[in-house]
């Protein structure tokens, strides 16, 4: 099933989305816009409790500027560029890549796609996953 993060305050909330045809058009769409030039969005990504925390530095992005998908056990980041081109004629020291960055990375365990939440604040795009936990097992006596 496909899920969608949508932003409303600095908070990403998740809305189940149909798999329909438009619904893979648009992100195959969306991937085919992550050419070779995209650069790739440096991640942390560890265990904390019972959560899964990704953060990423988006700095110079608002929240309408960070797309965060997750379709299946794949998770998507994605930064739209900040700047335009730029109009110095000469640079001196050009280390800050200020276009689209991107990342897809497997998620290592399965997760609550339900209750993930994604915050930025300060420059740092924190997603929270909460671990999904599946039944255990029982055993029940025959009476």
């Known amino acids: 099933m496909l899920y969608n993060i949508h932003m409303l305050r600095n908070t990403f909330l998740i809305t189940p989305e149909l798999e329909t045809p438009a619904a893979?058009?648009?992100i195959s769409q969306e991937a085919s816009e992550l050419d070779a030039n995209t650069v790739e969005l440096p991640i942390d990504l560890f265990l904390e409790?019972?959560?899964i925390i990704v953060r990423t530095p988006v700095v110079a992005a608002g929240i309408n500027d960070v797309s965060v998908s997750i379709v299946g056990d794949e998770l998507t980041i994605t930064k739209a560029g900040s700047l335009s081109s730029d109009s110095a004629d000469e640079y001196y020291i050009k280390e800050c890549y200020?276009?689209?960055?991107s990342r897809n990375v497997i998620l290592p365990k399965p997760v609550d796609v339900e209750r993930t939440r994604a915050t930025l604040n300060d420059g740092v795009l924190?997603?929270?996953l909460p671990l999904l936990h599946k039944p255990s097992s029982k055993v029940i006596r025959v009476k």
């Open 24 to 26: 893979q058009t648009a």
């Open 49 to 51: 409790g019972d959560n």
């Open 126 to 128: 924190t997603i929270t």
């Open 98 to 101: 200020w276009d689209r960055l």
